[in-house]
Nanobody, 122 residues
Framework: VQLQASGGGLVQAGGSLRLSCAAS????????MGWFRQNPGTEREVVAC????????YYKDSVKGRFTASRDNAKNTVYLQMNSLKPEDTAVYYC????????????????WGQGTQVTVSS
């Protein structure tokens, strides 16, 4: 599966952005989808993970209540709605797919999008 992330940009603190990740292929529903983020010199960290049917969604503690991940299996797309953004949310955001269950570990994901930059100014 190929993933194409989009929707990043520059926003002031308190603002919102919605990231999208479009997947190619006809087996989108076979994959658990994750959103990760990374800054230079740091490890890639999971932000959210959605099960195949969106029945279970995991969120990093620091984004709970502010970020909402969702997927539209009919459109082969996952979304990350980010509200009340903070400067510490600044990072390159990646979507990823795994044939396994939700995982916090980037190495468990088989496919990655190219990343989209999110910059939150104070």
């Amino acid at each position: 599966v190929q993933l194409q992330a989009s929707g990043g940009g520059l926003v002031q603190a308190g603002g919102s952005l919605r990231l999208s990740c479009a997947a190619s292929g006809r087996t989108f529903t076979s994959y658990t989808m994750g959103w990760f983020r990374q800054n230079p010199g740091t490890e890639r960290e999971v932000v959210a993970c959605l099960s195949r049917t969106s029945g279970t969604t995991y969120y990093k503690d620091s984004v709970k209540g502010r970020f909402t991940a969702s997927r539209d299996n009919a459109k082969n797309t996952v979304y990350l709605q980010m509200n009340s953004l903070k400067p510490e949310d600044t990072a390159v955001y990646y979507c990823a797919a795994t044939s396994g269950s939700c995982s916090y570990t980037p190495g468990q994901y088989n496919y990655w999008g190219q990343g989209t930059q999110v910059t939150v100014s104070s």
